[in-house]
């Protein structure tokens, strides 16, 4: 019997498996794992919350022809949980910002994100995108009526919220509606602020709910806002932004203007984080690590050039996409700072800990170093 053919077929078996073994351990190191490294390793240092396993869920609600896009976050335990209402920016899901949903979930509290369909990623897919006019597309979402609009939907969803709780949900009924934070990135931030009175008298007058603290990334302000405004805000505030929070729709001109929230708060226990090198992408929590954009797909059309008839307006990207797509990774100490300040205020405003309130006054400012500054 003739085994030559059966022999190489074994030997070539062999060594492609070798080489399929060997390809994989010269495979240069995950950066993203490397990335995620570097924040736990600075998070190391920092303020040490309870921490416990999550589970969670997403779905799509129907409200009279309405979609809106609900994800929830918590830990896995027994007890009565305080709960988070996180708004996430202009342009993206209710996945959005879930580098600290996951952050607040781990140190104890129930994270429902909401999101309605005329604000999520499908925005990016509007005229006013394809031609790179993002400022005019943020124009139509931070009116007085689609803030109306966006109270409107939360309302209803918090109303499905407690209805499915009184029904007997287990994750939703372990709520503590006594406990109630609003935080926000971006244009979530303007939502936020109306639910603490900050904006239009009355506004938010229709959400049952009395938030306990505000926890806001790249707060809104508008141009011609009146500081007195913001000292109307009863809850205490943690308000982050930075040096880079550069506004990609162009809306609010500079993150100085972002600070003047955070200056005119007069609510005890209220916190400003200025951040030296965090962009807005960074502050949003979400997709943190992402490769930069090839220049081929920065706004060119399948010939390689940038549609014609409008100008490229600062922060905009011709050819529409998000204007936050491609960048690159942030600094982790950044992220760390937003995390571990977060949870830290937190836990020091809603479940006061001393350990949290002694590391924000006293340890914080030490470990920010040259990243940034609590005022």
């Not at 429902?112 to 925005?123: K, N, Y």
């Not at 939360?154 to 109303?159: C, G, N, P, S, T």
């Not at 880079?244 to 005890?268: K, M």
Request: aromatic fraction near 8%; hydrophobic fraction near 40%.
């Amino acid at each position: 019997m003739n085994l030559q053919p059966r022999y190489w077929l074994a030997v070539g078996a062999l060594v492609g498996s070798l080489g399929l073994i060997a390809g994989c351990a010269g495979d240069p190191p995950n950066p993203r794992a490397a990335f995620s490294e570097r924040v736990n390793k600075e998070l190391s240092t920092a303020y040490q919350p309870s921490r416990y396993e999550t589970a969670g869920w997403g779905a799509t609600w129907q409200f009279d022809q309405q979609a809106v896009e609900v994800a929830w976050l918590a830990p896995v335990t027994h007890e009565r949980l305080p709960l988070i209402i996180y708004l996430p920016g202009l342009g993206e899901s209710a996945s959005g910002g879930v580098a600290w949903r996951k952050a607040w979930a781990q140190a104890g509290y129930g994270v429902l994100s909401v999101q309605g369909h005329a604000h999520d990623p499908s925005v990016f897919a509007s005229q006013q995108a394809l031609y790179g006019d993002f400022r005019g597309m943020a124009s139509g979402h931070y009116s007085a009526a689609s803030l109306r609009d966006r109270l409107s939907t939360l309302q209803k969803v918090l109303a499905e919220v407690r209805a499915r709780a009184a029904k007997g949900d287990p994750q939703l009924a372990a709520i503590d509606w006594n406990q109630v934070v609003v935080a926000g990135f971006d244009l979530g931030t303007q939502t936020a602020e109306a639910l603490a009175g900050a904006l239009e008298p009355g506004a938010a007058s229709g959400v049952a709910i009395q938030p306990r603290a505000l926890l806001l990334l790249s707060p809104y302000v508008d141009a011609d806002a009146r500081p007195d405004r913001f000292a109307r805000i009863s809850a205490p505030v943690l308000s982050m932004t930075g040096q880079q929070d550069e506004d990609p729709f162009n809306w609010v001109s500079s993150y100085r203007q972002r600070e003047v929230l955070g200056e005119s708060v007069t609510v005890a226990g209220s916190v400003q984080l200025e951040l030296n090198s965090a962009t807005h992408k960074t502050l949003s929590g979400s997709e943190l690590f992402s490769r930069p954009a090839k220049k081929a797909d920065k706004g060119a059309d399948a010939s390689g050039d940038a549609p014609k008839g409008r100008g490229h307006k600062h922060g905009s990207r011709p050819g529409g996409g998000s204007p936050m797509a491609g960048e690159p990774a942030p600094d982790p100490k950044q992220v760390a700072a937003i995390q571990a300040i977060g949870v830290a205020f937190l836990d020091s405003r809603i479940k006061h800990n001393p350990a949290a309130t002694e590391w924000l006054h006293n340890g914080a400012p030490g470990w920010l170093g040259e990243a940034g500054r609590l005022k």
